[in-house]
């Protein structure tokens, strides 16, 4: 009787964390799909061009009209319209996170691999390695490399790609090392199959959902370095507008035209934000144990 009238309500219960997740999830994928959508063709909608100067209407606040037109969000220091830079800033942050996250997956996933399933001497090189690099911050290694080799978007994708290989290598190398053990991988060998068909048809197959929540979650933390970089002036060079060149081009103007630099900011944390929901809703379908 006990379990019967307890019943209702872990129905519920599951009911309400469904129904979270599912929102968590909704707000997500509508964010990171406007992130997209203006990234692919933000360009193509801006109302003024992002490069244009006007000086005349410099720190003018949001909803001035000037003519036939509005700045929704208002002008920068150097009349610059914010609305546009916005949208024209998504592309290059997106571009360069995606190249870093490539780059980064292309040579942390087979070192991890390799690391988990063969063991022995490489997994204590790999691992060594990964130690030294977790040693030092991310963005001080990162700004010690432009400072040597130059600001530009090439470096500034290697250095985002070296901070970023050893989160691949450590998770796929963890995930290695339990497959290597679980009983269709020894049938398989018992079998005879060889070690590229294991990998093709047992091992990539359950890294996959892995693979994809950890790039969702990763991109995150590669778009924040990219602004934190172009905050600093080491990352992405002006005139090319981004959010972290934004933020550092309004922090001069907060105390009189704060929306310089917190439109872009906001944008920043949306995107942030949709990705993390996005990363969590996925974990949260793929994982089994995390199913109701």
Do not use: C
Not at 57 to 80: I, K, Q
Not at 201 to 212: D, E, I, K
Not at 259 to 267: F, H, I
């Amino acid at each position: 009787m006990a379990e019967a009238a307890l019943a209702p309500s872990r129905i519920a219960t599951a009911s309400r964390m469904r129904l979270r997740l599912d929102w968590g999830g909704a707000v997500g994928v509508a964010l990171t799909a406007a992130v997209v959508f203006i990234a692919v063709f933000g360009p193509r909608l801006t109302p003024y061009d992002p490069l244009e100067q006007t000086l005349e209407a410099r720190l003018r606040p949001p909803g001035f009209a000037r003519g036939p037109h509005t700045h929704w969000l208002g002008t920068d220091n150097l009349g610059r319209d914010i609305l546009s830079r916005v949208l024209a800033g998504a592309r290059p942050s997106l571009a360069v996170g995606l190249s870093a996250l490539a780059f980064a997956a292309v040579v942390g996933v087979p070192a991890g691999l390799a690391s988990g399933y063969y063991r022995g001497r490489f997994d204590k090189i790999v691992m060594r390695l990964a130690d030294i690099q977790l040693a030092f911050p991310a963005i001080l290694l990162a700004l010690a490399i432009l400072a040597v080799a130059g600001p530009s978007i090439l470096n500034l994708i290697a250095v985002l790609a070296l901070s970023l290989w050893v989160i691949f290598a450590r998770v796929v190398r963890g995930e290695a090392l339990s497959l290597r053990q679980r009983e269709f991988i020894g049938a398989a060998v018992a079998m005879g199959a060889g070690d590229a068909r294991i990998f093709r048809r047992h091992v990539f197959p359950n890294l996959a959902g892995t693979l994809l929540v950890l790039a969702s979650v990763s991109l995150t933390r590669v778009i924040l370095a990219e602004a934190a970089l172009s905050f600093l002036g080491m990352g992405i060079q002006p005139p090319t507008p981004t959010w972290g060149g934004m933020i550092s081009d309004g922090r001069a103007y907060l105390a009189v035209a704060w929306w310089v630099a917190t439109m872009p900011g906001l944008v920043l944390t949306l995107a942030v934000i949709g990705f993390n929901l996005l990363g969590d809703y996925l974990r949260d379908r793929i994982d089994p144990r995390l199913r109701s």
